[in-house]
């Protein structure tokens, strides 16, 4: 066996000689570092590739789907309302029919109508006809908002209007926004530093935050939690950039689903509540700025989202 061969051991042993002395050694675990720091280099742009690439064909699809669901639940949703005016009109007419049908009591057409109210449980009916469409009007909506997340998703009819834009209104006006879902779960602070005008969609902007709002609210559990909004400066000339952080103290995210937050359609919420669209799209966004979005979290402690963003955005060929 070559291994055996003392022929080769020596000559192994000799080439290999020149590589033991101290600066060689030293040389060595240089090189093994640097090694090391490219392979983790590697192994991040691979993972953002893998990303870009799921968001590429994910977005594909999801522009396709919500084409097609938009137009049909369009006049569903518009014909519900009509159907809504329709039924207080027909309540009011059953109304009027049952005062009337008193004046019947001992006919036999009175009778006949007393036999059929009871047959179909009217009542009943009356009551229940008001839930169900409560019901439906509920599933109808909630139907649009997921068609609606996936058009801005695969940003679909999204403005591409770059524009200088102050960000702290950007957060204002998204707070008004979502004011109804936070402020029955928390208090939200502002800590906002001294920023400038980001070059931006700002409509796109203004989603990422209201999506990091959402969730942060989604994450107290506890009787009443705090949201802190966090912004400030960093880098000069061309490399300044501005970040926003969301800051909950929520319930934190689970260390096994922390590499998944950003996945199109990951959620841990029950149907109805999540469509785990929400932080790939915000990735989507910016992406498309070319900034970063990072998570920090610690379970039973809370989570944070921190957006980087350039003060100055370069379009790229790519992005063209
Ligand atoms: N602030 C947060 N605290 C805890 N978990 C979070 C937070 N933000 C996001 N997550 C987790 O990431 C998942 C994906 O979020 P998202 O993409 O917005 O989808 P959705 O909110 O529809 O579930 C959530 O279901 C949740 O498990
Ligand atoms: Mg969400």
Not at 46 to 71: F, P
Not at 148 to 167: H, I, M, P, T, Y
Not at 180 to 197: L, M, Q, S, T, W
Not at 303 to 308: H, L, V
Request: hydrophobic share 35%.
């Amino acid at each position: 066996m070559p291994t055996t061969d003392p022929a080769l051991n020596s000559a192994q042993a000799k080439s290999c000689q020149p590589c033991s002395g101290p600066h060689q050694v030293h040389e060595l675990l240089r090189a093994n570092e640097e090694l090391k720091i490219l392979n983790a280099k590697l192994s991040a742009t691979q993972d953002k590739l893998v990303q870009s690439e799921k968001l590429a064909s994910i977005g594909q699809l999801a522009a396709g789907v919500a084409h097609e669901i938009n137009n049909p639940i369009g006049y569903i949703f518009s014909n519900f309302g009509t159907l809504e005016r329709y039924l207080v009109h027909l309540f009011q007419m059953l109304s009027a029919y049952e005062e009337a049908e008193r004046h019947l009591s001992d006919t036999p057409q009175g009778l006949q109508l007393k036999k059929l109210r009871e047959q179909i449980e009217l009542d009943y009916l009356k009551e229940d006809i008001p839930n169900l469409m409560q019901e439906s009007r509920e599933g109808i909506s909630r139907v649009r908002k997921i068609v609606s997340d996936l058009k801005d998703f695969s940003r679909v009819g999204a403005s591409q209007e770059w524009v200088w834009a102050n960000l702290h209104r950007g957060i204002e006006s998204t707070l008004n926004i979502v004011n109804n879902e936070i402020k029955y779960k928390a208090d939200v602070a502002k800590v906002f530093g001294d920023i400038p005008d980001v070059q931006c969609l700002p409509s796109e902007i203004n989603q990422v935050i209201m999506n990091l709002l959402i969730n942060a609210t989604h994450a107290i559990t506890a009787e009443r939690g705090t949201i802190t909004i966090r912004t400030g400066r960093t880098g000069e000339g061309d490399s300044e950039q501005v970040w926003i952080e969301v800051e909950d103290n929520g319930c934190g995210i689970a260390k096994e689903h922390i590499s998944k937050v950003f996945d199109p359609f990951f959620t841990t919420k029950p149907v109805g509540k999540g469509t785990g669209l929400g932080l790939s799209l915000s990735y989507g966004i910016v992406q498309k700025h070319n900034g970063h979005i990072d998570v920090r979290s610690e379970p039973g402690q809370g989570t944070c989202f921190r957006i980087s963003l350039p003060v100055r955005h370069h379009s790229t060929e790519a992005q063209e």
